[in-house]
């Protein structure tokens, strides 16, 4: 691994809830630079923003319109070469998010296509004759229904495995494979420093998903080409430039990873894997409201720790603009002294793991989720079509449930504004923000943090530090402790004759921990203000320690 990857930590920007600047109550590219500072002060080495391209309202900037223009109401391109360049300044490398495995029907290439079926861009996208009269075949979309919409002017079917407005590129098509190439070296000229890949593992579906045959919903992902792919994409664009690249991967195991991300730099650097933040699905998959099992999440954490070593990297994430604030998820957000306590237990127990971290926007202040009264207050187009799936269509949870569900699991619970300070509008905007503030900005907010040193956000500011310092954390080896216990996560690295020691309390009562670990040698960090009893951990502590 290169060595600025190996200790890099990664800050994700969703730019529309970050910062706004002219007071139309959305965040905008001016705004991600005025925080700038604020991002070097927390010491992150890159940042990844979210999609900022000219887009059709769909899906929260993931159905681009054009690659190469940045959405008007986050500003235009002289500002982001602004950004760019004084993110650079800083030495804050930035990473674009990078959706190829469909466009928004409002995209040239979609609008040509459909035009007629002799178009010069009709292979671009994914078209099927109906099968006997309806859907070419049971291929349901991510969020709910058919994958299939049928087009009037032609009386053929696009596939979209998104919302609707999302239409699948057809990569078996080397023409469009050379148009994302080409995109893509357009963006790296231009002196971006990697990609994060959306959904990347669907872009070679199996033949048997676009057939028209009538058959069931089978599973697009990891497809036989995937590999293919994702070698000629590094060949023809990634080779020899300084990148890091990034796949989103749902669905993959450690085996899968090895393909899509080898240590030797011949496809990508790493990928995103979804296990961990599955451990706490329920029968109607994400939609619950149960606790994860912890055994569980230590089991799959563990795995993807001791598999990969010496053959692929690990991301490390517990948050990102698709997941609920893990604050409120895997912590406790009841009461302050909770809140700030686990925040920062969660933050110790992720980043001290191998692999590269990633920070999502106000995790390091320790934003909870927000509380969602009714499905009227969701913009996000997976709850709604959730809801709609779920509770309407087939009563299978009731509005109470569901809700419930949504609050706890939600996406938009990640993307309500920014909390940079106390007063109005947490500080976002001036105006009337897209989105609500969270009403507990007055407690939790950068102002209040920044200097403080018992804040979550110094806490953080460690973590990242003792990264960028220890070449243990960076490089050590990981051994699980105390596998089964249901309070306590606890495992320790070791690199070269040092030995690190984290053990963090998943829960609100004391915990005691056996003998391998009890806590010895030095403190390097803790939640708490002393050391404690060196063989129990109070309500939700963390401690590391160096043996
Ligand atoms: C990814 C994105 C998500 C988006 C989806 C479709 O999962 O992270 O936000 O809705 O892909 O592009
Ligand atoms: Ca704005």
Excluded at 207 to 234: I, K, W
Excluded at 490 to 513: I, M, P
Excluded at 514 to 522: E, I, L, P, Q
């Amino acid at each position: 691994m290169k060595e600025w990857i190996e200790r890099a930590v990664v800050y994700q920007i969703y730019p529309k809830s970050f910062q706004d600047t002219n007071g139309d109550g959305i965040g905008d590219l001016r705004g991600v630079i005025s925080r700038l500072d604020y991002l070097k002060e927390l010491g992150v080495d890159v940042v990844w923003l979210n999609p900022v391209y000219r887009h059709s309202g769909a899906d929260g900037g993931y159905d681009i319109s054009d690659y190469r223009a940045i959405a008007p109401e986050l500003g235009t391109m002289e500002d982001f070469d602004e950004l760019l360049a004084q993110a650079h300044a800083r030495g804050i490398r930035i990473v674009m998010d990078l959706v190829v495995n469909h466009t928004s029907t409002e995209h040239p290439w979609f609008i040509e296509s459909r035009r007629d079926k002799t178009n010069d861009k009709r292979d671009f996208y994914v078209w099927r004759p109906p099968y006997r009269g309806g859907v070419p075949n049971g291929e349901q979309s991510m969020f709910s229904g058919s994958a299939w919409k049928l087009d009037e002017a032609t009386g053929e079917y696009y596939l979209h495995m998104f919302a609707e407005k999302q239409a699948d590129l057809n990569w078996k098509n080397p023409r469009v494979r050379e148009a994302v190439y080409e995109m893509m070296r357009w963006w790296l000229d231009k002196g971006v420093d990697g990609f994060r890949m959306d959904v990347i593992n669907l872009i070679a579906k199996p033949d048997e998903v676009t057939a028209c045959d009538g058959g069931p919903h089978r599973n697009g992902f990891n497809g036989p080409m995937q590999g293919a792919y994702l070698s000629e994409m590094n060949e023809r664009v990634l080779k020899g430039r300084d990148v890091l690249t990034v796949g989103e991967t749902g669905g993959v195991t450690p085996s899968e990873a090895l393909v899509y991300a080898p240590l030797d730099g011949s496809r990508l650097t790493m990928i995103f894997q979804f296990e961990h933040m599955d451990a706490d699905a329920g029968p109607k998959h994400k939609w619950t409201d149960k606790r994860v099992s912890l055994p569980k999440l230590k089991q799959v954490m563990a795995r993807w720790q001791t598999e990969l070593r010496g053959r692929a990297w690990n991301s490390l994430y517990w948050n990102n603009h698709d997941q609920p604030r893990v604050v409120s998820r895997f912590g406790c957000d009841a009461d302050e002294e909770s809140r700030t306590r686990s925040a920062k237990m969660l933050g110790a127990c992720l980043h001290m793991m191998q692999g590269t971290p990633y920070v999502y926007q106000g995790e390091e202040l320790g934003m909870t989720n927000y509380p969602f009264a009714s499905i009227e207050e969701s913009l996000d187009v997976e709850a709604i079509g959730a809801y709609r799936e779920l509770v309407i269509e087939k009563g299978e949870m009731t509005p109470e449930q569901m809700m419930a569900a949504i609050r706890f699991k939600g996406r938009d619970n990640a993307r309500t504004p920014m909390q940079w300070t106390a007063g109005k509008n947490a500080g976002f905007t001036s105006g009337t923000p897209w989105m609500p503030v969270n009403p507990n900005c007055e407690r939790i907010n950068a102002a209040s943090q920044v200097g403080d040193p018992d804040s979550v956000f110094s806490f953080y500011k460690r973590l990242i530090a003792l990264r960028h310092e220890l070449p243990v954390v960076c490089r050590g080896d990981f051994t699980l402790l105390m596998p089964q216990d249901e309070q306590v996560f606890a495992y320790t690295r070791q690199y070269e004759g040092e030995t690190l020691l984290v053990a963090c309390n998943f829960s609100g009562k004391t915990a005691a921990l056996d003998d391998a670990a009890k806590t010895r040698g030095k403190r390097l960090l803790g939640n708490y203000p002393d050391a404690g009893d060196a063989g129990a951990l109070r309500p939700w502590e963390t401690r590391v320690y160096l043996l």
